[in-house]
């Protein structure tokens, strides 16, 4: 039996799978997405600070959530979030919409390249034309 502490009450339990949280808080953090989510629907263009403070939820475990495109936000700003690439507001995930079209893009260019440097045109051996002739 695998028994661990909860990363978030310190309760031990019965680790089986995944984040190291005890069913309760894993529940709870469910139950927390849930409400960050319809509260979303319902309040579209509150910032993630209060979002946070109207569901009582962590700011970090927002943006957690939005950086693993769970959750999205209506607005960039409100997000807080920038892209690792090029450092634009972004509403979730990592990177901003042109950045994912440039690394696919740059994924297509790698895979059309092609992989040898185009042949030298064989010369055809002009030993069979070079025949003494004066038979
Ligand atoms: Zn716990
Ligand atoms: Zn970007």
Known sequence: MDVRNCRKCGR???YIAGPHICP???EKMEEDF????????ENPNMT???TATACEVDVGQIKQWLREER???SSAEGAELVCESCGKP???GRFCEECKKDVSKGLMDSVAKP???PQPEKKESSG???RFLGR
Do not use: D
């Open 34 to 41: 849930q409400k960050v989510k319809q509260y979303i629907r």
């Open 128 to 130: 069979n034309k070079m």
């Open 115 to 117: 992989k040898l440097p």
């Open 24 to 26: 309760a808080c894993a």
């Open 71 to 73: 959750l999205t936000l």
């Open 12 to 14: 031990i339990f019965n």
């Open 90 to 92: 972004i509403m979730s």
């Open 48 to 50: 993630i600070v209060e």
